[in-house]
């Protein structure tokens, strides 16, 4: 059974700055690509930003220039650096990772349960 569970989200006021990790946990043979995606009320789940095994990464638009995604292989956890944010980035933030739970097999996609973050003076 693997797990991914995000920690770091709450309030903030506009222009501050939050950092939330999300750490892998059961049965990991090797993680490859990992991610974070948020949602917002009443809309679809979009892409904030992903992190590949050697480290490259790729950004959602709206996101460029304030936050950073790194990763620390060793402890199987992902980090997103938040900064500068808007109110507009208030939604429920979901981590992911492409895992592979034992030698030859798939990797699979799995999901944390998201946690909030909500910008608001």
């Known amino acids: 059974q693997v797990q991914l569970v995000e920690s770091g989200g709450g309030l903030v006021q506009p222009g501050g700055s939050l950092r939330l990790s999300c750490k892998a946990s059961g049965s990991i043979f090797s993680i490859g690509d990992m991610g974070w995606y948020c949602q917002a009320s009443g809309k679809e789940r979009e892409l904030v930003a992903t992190i590949t095994s050697y480290g490259s990464t790729n950004y959602g638009d709206s996101v460029k220039g304030r936050f950073t995604i790194s990763r620390d292989a060793a402890i199987n956890t992902v980090y997103l650096e938040m900064n500068s944010l808007k109110p507009e980035d208030t939604a429920v933030y979901y981590c992911?990772?492409?895992?592979?739970?034992?030698?030859?097999?798939?990797?699979?996609?799995?999901w944390g349960r998201g946690i909030e973050v909500t910008v608001s003076s």
């Open positions: 992911n990772g492409l895992i592979k739970v034992r030698w030859g097999t798939t990797r699979g996609t799995y």
